[in-house]
């Protein structure tokens, strides 16, 4: 049985508070580059206001080091005699619509209210408290009274003043909750989206970017032959048939349509190439150019500029019915305020349920129990079980769906990629030999045997090759070097030693799998794609397998309607993305990204030309 410990992501505030070190004070600096900054007009509006707590200071700008998510970076705050003017943060490899947004959000809320009585930003720990003990440091160098700033109360919209009736009520603000706002949106749809966290993105921000695709100008032009009858029948037939073939052909025909919706939209897939697919010889790998998490900032920014009502902070936790029983809005919990939501459609796009060890026991057996979880926080399948309660459908929920790869001190799910397509490899700790084949079914055949041998974790190896695959793979590995994640060797020697397993043997894992490699034997674990021989330097993750999404869902219909257990489709109620079941069976990398924005994208400009057409 596994004994990893489950998602340990809480050890943040215990590490930011011993890294309030490293401090210095300057007058008149500036950030290298600015991630936040919070003008003086607003603290000028509010000091006012909080006078009779707020401190006196030493004017000019200090600065403290900290070390967030992505490492080290500075903190500078700029005081008046009587207010925090500004606060900026320096050059940081923070992930971006995650900790960039925890930075953004609490250096507003610190200035506007002129408090640091502010919490974390939920699923951005280690940056929220980076800038928020930067800021303490920082107002302890200008002589200001930090209890004072403790103690001033900070008023944050609850949205109880605002109308909560609308055409479309979309719940969750990945990204099918997104591209189902913008489609909606775009075609005359009145929306309201509820985000549970204080930032959108969900489970996309923390992925590769990779979405598959089949048939496009992107795979035409690096001289890639495709089209979606072929990618249909072999996404069929890759998934012995498990997978729900309307959401196949969803999937299948409307490729090209994302990639131009996106173009319109300023988000563009890298056209230099198409990355290689799980058990296919036809790549269908589309990554998004530079990367993900600026993809989904260019989106979110569209949501902000089409003036689309996204209420944050605002849980769904149930549903509201007519007289008939059928759905007709939802319950929502809002910094302890609850409300009700009304909309003529209500669409799920929660994600999964990842983030819920108790339905991972119940769907998935008791020798799950503790899975690392390396998804969005906060996926716990609410308004899943919700619907069920009354009478939804699911499927593929016994379907268990497990990576080979979650890093094991921060739970963050790693890339496939490094072991698909860059000649990554996975090591027993104990013996420094590996132990199966990583590439197959998105490594899910090496999770498997992880599983079965139930060691605390394992050592995945990778060399200077990774870093040139891609530009979206480029930019996800530096990240996990940024991390502080890798530990690199300049030889075989130096590895062994620091991994404390046997030279020897470790000589001989590497030597026997550069033979296979080169094609002079054949590997042991039925490897067939290496990329070329292993070299150092080598880096070196502790990881183990995981779980970063679920597969099964909500049973849904063509019209991405909701099933009840009669086969029926429920009312005014719509699931997309990883809410639904259906798609994901038998994982395919990429699966994911491409059902959530293509049914996004179809759904919200469905029901907005209903509603249009009433």
Known sequence: MKLTKRNMKSAGALLMVLCLTACSASTGGTAEATVAESTSAVAAETVEETQDTASAYTAGTYTSNQFGMGGYFDVNVTFSDDAIEKIEVGENHETTMVGT???????????????????????????????????????????????????????????????????????????????????????????????????????????????????????????????????????????????????????????QELVDWFASLGVNFNTDKVNSTDGSEINRGHALSPNIGTSVQTLANDLEERGIDVRYRTKADGFILNDAGEVIGVTANSDGNKAEYYGKQIVLATGGWGDNNDMIVKYWGDEYDGLVYGGAIGMDGTMILEAMDLGADTVDMESPHIDATLEVSRGITITTNVLRNCGGILLRATTGQRFADEQSSHSEIAAAVMHDLGDEYYYEIFDDTAFTYSEAVTSKIQSYVDMGLTKQYDSISEMAEAL?????????????????????????????????????????????????????GLKVDENMQVIDTNGEPMANLYAIGETSGGYRVNYVGGDSLSHSAISGMVLGRTLAEENAAE
């Open 101 to 255: 947004e925890a930075i953004r959000i609490l250096s507003d809320r610190i200035v506007e209210n002129q408090s640091l009585n502010v919490d974390t930003i939920t699923g951005a720990t280690y940056s929220s408290n980076a800038l928020i003990y930067g800021v303490w440091d920082c107002v302890k160098q200008a002589d200001g009274d930090l209890d004072a700033l403790l103690e001033a109360p900070v008023e944050i919209d609850d949205y109880a003043d605002d109308v909560h009736e609308t055409d479309i009520l979309i719940v969750g603000g990945g990204l099918a909750g997104i591209t189902a706002a913008l489609s909606a949106a775009e075609n005359g749809g009145n929306v309201i989206l509820l985000e549970a966290k204080d930032y959108l993105g969900g489970n996309a921000v923390l992925s590769t970017g990779t979405f598959i695709l089949a048939g496009t100008s992107v795979q035409e032009g690096v001289g890639i032959e495709d089209d979606p009858e072929t990618f249909y029948n072999w996404a069929l037939e890759n998934s012995n048939y498990t997978k729900d073939p309307v959401q196949v052909r969803l999937i299948a025909d409307h490729g």
């Open 500 to 552: 404390g397993v046997d030279e020897t043997v470790l000589t001989n894992t590497l030597e026997d799998y550069n033979a296979a490699a080169r094609g002079e034997i054949e590997d042991e674990f039925g490897r067939t794609s290496f990329n070329g021989e292993m070299e150092a330097p080598y880096y070196v993750m502790k990881v183990s397998n995981g779980v970063a999404c679920t597969t099964g």
